[in-house]
């Protein structure tokens, strides 16, 4: 795993802490670490020898800031660098804590997009009452049109099926009531031709859905909204569940999302990340890539048609 050192509002220490405690409990686990020498021989320090063997350090000194633009993921940075190790082979996954847009940006430069995706989103999965429920897009595409809220509900279906072993997901669109006509103009173009769309692993489109669904978790496996709506939900659920005294039995908090749509495995965490969240986002990067998730998800996607012309928009991003 490619990790990105200097990614985060309070990197380098809880990216330190999250990947000794990623190496700990994973001893199949090999980590290439992109930041400065010295940050990375504080985690190497606190190793024992057999687990100093697991991990490879790329130096690089430049950081893209939380505040910068996502052009400014420059080739010299360390989630730039971090992507390339993918890239060339030397890593099979990148873990970012960093700028979600400098890390969308330097995965889609560095990886590419796969057919037929210009916008790639970001799947969070969270741990509904009934089962876990994926929410995409959670921050990679801020203002979608319906093509690329149609290409995403595919993109949600296969990742379900793929990493989570959802048996013929079922596919809501996010929306402030379940009743057909509900929404603002986005809703209302997107959901006819989600419901008209094909789904791959026998996925079905189930209509709009509610907030209070997503906890629920009991009418749909994945749900589908625009990065902005999708970014802020993801936020008020995790504070929920931390003034609550933690999530439901189900599962654990969410961590870290993946992003889909990009030729590589790229796990993006919370920019305030703790420790364990960036150790949880590690682990979800292995997981990933064990299962070949992004390759399977691919070729899932492979045989799909793209979504006809809507409101302008030509493509399915």
């Known amino acids: 795993m490619a990790v990105d050192l200097l990614g985060g509002d309070d990197a380098p220490a809880v990216v330190v802490d999250g990947a000794l405690r990623a190496l700990r409990a994973d001893p199949d686990l090999h980590l290439l670490l992109a930041g400065p020498v010295e940050v990375a021989d504080v985690l190497i320090g606190a190793l024992d020898p057999a687990r100093r063997a697991r991990v490879t350090v790329r130096p690089v000194r430049a950081a893209v800031g939380m505040a910068d633009h996502p052009v ?186 993946a992003l889909l749509g990009v030729a590589g495995t790229v796990v993006v965490c919370h920019g305030a990340a703790r420790g364990e969240d960036v150790a949880s986002g590690i682990a979800l990067a292995a997981h990933l890539w064990r299962r070949r998730a992004a390759d399977t998800v691919s070729a899932l996607l492979g045989g799909a048609p793209e979504t006809p012309v809507v409101n302008g928009e030509v493509t399915a991003p």
């Open 72 to 257: 400014a993921a420059r080739a010299d940075s360390t989630v730039r660098t971090a992507v390339t190790a993918v890239r060339d082979g030397l890593a099979d996954a990148v873990v970012s804590a960093g700028s979600t847009g400098a890390t969308v940006t330097a995965a889609a430069l560095g990886l590419g997009r796969w057919p037929h995706v210009r916008r790639p989103a970001l799947a969070a999965t969270l741990p509904a009452v009934a089962g876990p429920v994926v929410l995409l897009d959670v921050g990679g595409s801020l203002e979608p049109g319906p093509a690329t809220l149609t290409r995403h509900a595919v993109l949600g279906a296969a990742y379900a099926a793929v990493a989570h072993s959802v048996a013929a997901p079922r596919v809501g669109l996010l929306s402030v009531g379940t009743e057909a006509g509900k929404g603002d103009r986005l809703r209302r173009a997107a959901d006819p031709i989600l419901a008209a769309a094909p789904l791959p692993c026998g996925a079905r489109y189930v209509g709009l859905v509610e907030g209070f669904d997503i906890a629920a978790g009991t009418r749909a496996d994945v749900v589908v909204t625009d990065g902005f709506t999708g970014n802020i939900l993801l936020k008020a659920i995790e504070g929920a569940y931390a003034m609550a005294g933690g999530p439901p039995a189900s599962g654990g908090a969410p961590r870290a999302a």
